[in-house]
């Protein structure tokens, strides 16, 4: 199994409400990843769990917060966002902090209002 | 840290190589070169790696040049589900971590 799955494919928030995305690998891989892509732009990097710690935080605002409570699974809560906040988000995994190939989801397409 | 440079669209006919260029003259000599692509709606996907010599896999060979300033990837036999943007990346350490810094990247067409 060499999936990274995400949920939900698409989501709609207005800026008052809290939601989560989810991310899941069943491929043992100790590394996981958020990225945010707008619209025509490449991934940027968000956060990097190694060993379900915290390794990266690329200065991102704290009505993003991300959650990983086990190996397989990344969560990234969201909380007063903005509209410029909308976007897909994908996460990766990879076999560790070192390792050079990671794994991408479809993402998650959401959109603030 | 190296930073790469890529053509911003190419053209390529269903059935032929498509070569893509890469320049990273920046790069140093443990850096690696790192070929992803992100096919329309999905997420990026890796191809091929590589640090000086040259590399083949099932889905693309990478030609690095001898002084390491360039890359080609190369697609032997381009079929339509070839389309989508190619990004060229040289891996940067932060934190002891490998962090993936996507530049603009190709876009590739295929045309039949």
């Known amino acids: 199994d060499t999936e990274v799955t995400q949920t939900p494919k698409h989501l709609v928030m207005g800026m008052t409400n809290k939601k989560s995305l989810k991310c899941e690998q069943h491929m043992g891989h100790r590394a996981m990843y958020w990225y945010k892509q707008k619209a025509k732009k490449p991934p940027e990097l968000m956060f990097v769990?190694?060993?379900?710690?915290?390794?990266i935080n690329e200065s991102v605002p704290s009505r993003f917060s991300p959650e990983c409570p086990n190996s397989s699974l990344l969560n990234l809560h969201l909380h007063a966002l903005q509209p410029e906040d909308s976007a897909l988000y994908l996460c990766?995994?990879?076999?560790?902090?070192?390792?050079?190939?990671?794994?991408f989801g479809p993402g998650t397409r959401l959109t603030v209002t | 840290d190296a930073k790469t440079t890529q053509p911003p669209s190419m053209d390529c006919a269903e059935g032929r190589a498509a070569n893509l260029p890469c320049n990273h003259s920046?790069?140093?000599?443990?850096?690696?070169v790192y070929w992803y692509r992100q096919i329309h709606s999905q997420g990026p996907q890796y191809i091929i790696h590589?640090?000086?010599n040259n590399e083949t896999n099932e889905m693309a060979s990478l030609i690095i040049t001898e002084d390491r300033k360039s890359s080609t990837l190369i697609l032997p036999h381009a079929t339509l589900r070839d389309t989508a943007v190619y990004y060229c990346?040289?891996?940067?350490?932060?934190?002891?971590?490998?962090?993936?810094?996507f530049g603009q990247g190709t876009r590739l067409t295929i045309n039949p």
């Open positions: 990766a995994s990879s076999q560790d902090y070192y390792s050079y190939e990671q794994y």
């Open positions: 990346i040289v891996p940067r350490i932060v934190q002891g971590a490998q962090k993936l810094v």
């Open positions: 590589g640090l000086k």
């Open positions: 920046t790069i140093s000599g443990n850096e690696y």
């Open positions: 769990y190694s060993y379900e710690k915290l390794s």
